[in-house]
């Protein structure tokens, strides 16, 4: 592909303009502001790019990106500090997830996240072909939601890792796996599960998830929905969901159901030891109020004991390089 360059590009300036400008909603992409040439998919805006000793840089044509910005929403105040906090909190209940941090520039914040399609082999950056589960079970990219009809949910994406032979990440269970996202994607009231953010990396061990990426407490902003992009049991909506939903999830999954109240209570206890030890400030707070809500739910649950086939041991994610 011919390009305007033929190296690398630094485009921290560029990325420091853009916050400064005034926060409407008619204001550029980053994206076309950077002059990227490489876009990745999804709805909000983001930019592919190496984050290396605090700038941002492009990299020359043909060399890997080996992160993700995403920068402030002019529609969802807050997003990135949003993003990240969710993220820290899975981490903190022992779920794999994309490794990601906040940068504080001088007008504004960014999400950045290391990419997991990734790794490094005798210091080179290797691309790890990854395709989301949209593409798996052969949707329209804009089929997102179960409750358009548009496919069968968090039971779709199971059958297909079962006929495909996906496991979960680290060669892991994927129906625990599975089960194990629902149940912290309704702790932390993130309502946009849908098959897009759940990716399939095809690397040298078969095919197996990704680590969890692109999770949001939506609940937070009052104007969106409150359905789930896939029902959980027979619930569709977040706030009508009960134990018996993921009783009933568990069923879909193949799982027993004792593997996923035990979960719940699991993650229950993490997110609490969490938001203990280090009290959330700002959207971080914001959060924590609705996760301790739902926490309070899972206490009037069932506690079975956790069965040995409900754990899962989830290996630590594969390195590439520092910011
Ligand atoms: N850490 C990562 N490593 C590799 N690929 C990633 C990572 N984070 C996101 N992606 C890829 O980029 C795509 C879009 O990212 P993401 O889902 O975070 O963005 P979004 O715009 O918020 O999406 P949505 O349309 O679901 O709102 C993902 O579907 C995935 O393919
Ligand atoms: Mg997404």
């Not at 044509?61 to 899975?90: M, Q, W, Y």
């Amino acid at each position: 592909m011919k390009t305007d360059y033929d190296g690398e590009r630094d485009v921290t300036n560029n990325i420091d303009q853009w916050l400064a400008m005034p926060d409407d909603a008619c204001r550029p992409s980053l994206f076309s502001t950077c002059r990227a040439r490489l876009s990745i998919a999804g709805t909000q805006d983001k930019l592919p790019c190496i984050a290396r000793g605090g700038r941002y840089i492009l990299p020359a044509p043909g060399t890997p990106t080996t992160h993700i910005v995403k920068p402030p929403s002019p529609f969802f105040p807050g997003l990135p500090e949003n993003e990240a906090f969710c993220l820290d909190l899975a981490s903190a209940c022992g779920l794999p997830c994309a490794e990601s941090g906040l940068d504080f520039r001088r007008d504004g914040v960014l999400f950045v996240t290391k990419r997991w399609d990734r790794r490094s082999r005798q210091d080179r950056i290797e691309r790890i072909h990854q395709e989301d589960m949209r593409q798996v079970l052969g949707l329209r990219p804009e089929s997102k939601y179960q409750e358009s009809g548009d496919y069968g949910g968090l039971p779709a994406i199971f059958e297909a890792a079962r006929r495909h032979g996906i496991k979960g990440p680290g060669g892991t269970d994927p129906a625990m796996f599975l089960a194990m996202a629902a149940v912290f994607s309704w702790l932390a009231g993130n309502c946009d599960a849908h098959a897009g953010n759940f990716a399939v990396l095809h690397g040298p061990e078969g095919p197996q998830f990704a680590p969890l990426y692109d999770i949001v407490c939506t609940r937070v902003y009052p104007n969106l929905a409150t359905e789930l992009a896939m029902t959980i049991g027979g619930a569709s909506d977040a706030q009508a969901v009960r134990e018996e939903d993921f009783v009933q999830l568990a069923g879909e999954l193949d799982l027993a159901p004792e593997c996923l109240l035990a979960e719940a209570h699991r993650q229950k206890e993490a997110l609490r030891r969490r938001l203990a030890a280090r009290p959330a400030s700002g959207m971080g707070a914001e959060v924590a109020r609705f996760v301790e809500e739902r926490c309070a739910d899972v206490d009037c649950w069932q506690d079975p004991r956790p069965r040995a086939e409900c754990t899962q041991p989830f290996a630590p994610p594969s390195s590439v390089p520092q910011r």
